[in-house]
């Protein structure tokens, strides 16, 4: 049903690394979002996006950006990872007519040694 | 500010029985979105249920029920005639303009 990835998987990487992670949707869908998630606590709002060329902070405070120039694309980087962006992160989208359902990917889980 | 509460971090249940997971909201709207969603081990995380708040009527999805009370904000789900592939995370999510997560409650389904 749902056409969301995220690449990669897993990423174990040193300090100071830039990396970005990639999530892309075929869904046409106008809204993404990337969260944090951390073992036993709620997902935190990294950034989001409404639609192309438009991008906002989300609640949490985060080092990374993130890009839109594309509909299906919503890629987050890293300019120089530290040991504490070490955590999942998951990318999602949903689209106006959706009912507010969320979709998810599958999730990258960052290790920053 | 609106957040949301699972007090349950984990949770078992016998394959076949019934099992309810409690979650509690907290905002000063009147019309929002209430979301039950599941997170098996190393997969997606989907939608099991949907709730609008200017319904009374609570929702239902097959084996998935939820008890919503909107005086009490709370919004609790039941799975009835639990099967093992039940066993994952859920998260309780409330939405006006964001999604605000619970942290989790763990569900074992013990065959």
């Known amino acids: 049903e749902a056409d969301i990835y995220q690449t990669p998987r897993y990423l174990v990487i040193g300090t100071g690394k830039k990396i970005t992670l990639e999530c892309s949707q075929t869904m046409g869908h106008d809204k993404m979002y990337w969260y944090q998630q951390d073992p036993g606590m709620e997902l935190h709002l990294i950034h989001y996006?409404?639609?192309?060329?438009?991008?906002e902070k989300g609640d949490l405070s985060s080092e990374s950006t993130v890009s839109r120039i594309r509909t299906e694309h919503f890629p987050l980087t890293l300019e120089s990872a530290r040991p504490s962006h070490t955590s999942q992160y998951l990318c999602a989208s949903s689209h106006r007519d959706s009912r507010e359902k969320l979709f998810f990917g599958s999730g990258t889980q960052l290790s920053v040694l | 500010a609106q957040t949301v509460t699972q007090s349950q971090p984990e949770m078992s249940v016998q394959e076949a029985e019934t099992v309810t997971l409690s979650c509690t909201y907290d905002t000063s709207e009147s019309d929002y979105y209430l979301f039950w969603y599941k997170q098996p081990p190393s997969r997606q995380m989907i939608l099991v249920i949907r709730?609008?708040?200017?319904?009374?009527q609570n929702a239902t999805e097959n084996r998935f029920s939820v008890n919503f009370q909107k005086a009490a904000k709370s919004f609790s789900l039941k799975i009835s005639d639990s099967q093992l592939g039940d066993a994952a995370m859920y998260f309780c999510?409330?939405?006006?303009?964001?999604?605000?997560f619970g942290t989790g409650t763990s569900l074992t389904v013990i065959p």
């Open positions: 709730q609008e708040a200017y319904k009374q």
């Open positions: 996006s409404y639609g192309v060329n438009s991008t």
């Open positions: 999510a409330y939405r006006k303009n964001q999604f605000y």
